[in-house]
């Protein structure tokens, strides 16, 4: 994986979280009811997406010009509204379970810290 550049570890990352998410979401949903199945999709989902936004972001940072680079914040800071409303609406509307919406945003940091890991070994 020598020379891995940020879009294949943002893909890697979205791919094994997506796969992870689907069997956390369908276990959830089995022990929990649908709620929980919707709520640690929705909250997966919500991650991942933002991880991909801020990758695209930061590669794009270190290339453009510093006029450029206030465009990026002011789009970080829309992610943040965005994702707050992503993730409080289904709640609002009783469709998601508090609890299963963080199981599905602790995905995120697991698939992180296991894809780093295997391209540290790999780099080793």
Not at 2 to 9: A, N, Y
Not at 31 to 46: C, D, E, R, S
Not at 57 to 85: D, K, N
């Amino acid at each position: 994986m020598k020379g891995q550049t940020v879009s294949d570890f943002a893909r890697r990352v979205t791919l094994l979280g997506a796969a992870l998410a689907s069997a956390v979401a369908l276990a959830a949903g089995w022990l929990a009811g649908p709620t929980a199945l919707v709520g640690v999709g929705v909250g997966a989902a919500v991650a991942l997406v933002s991880f991909r936004w801020l990758a695209r972001v930061a590669a794009s940072a270190v290339e453009e010009p510093a006029s450029g680079r206030a465009r990026s914040f002011a789009l970080v800071t829309l992610r943040h509204l965005g994702s707050f409303l992503m993730l409080g609406a289904p709640v609002a509307a009783g469709v998601a379970h508090p609890v299963a919406l963080a199981v599905g945003l602790t995905v995120l940091p697991v698939v992180l810290t296991t894809v780093g890991l295997l391209a540290a070994r790999e780099e080793a």
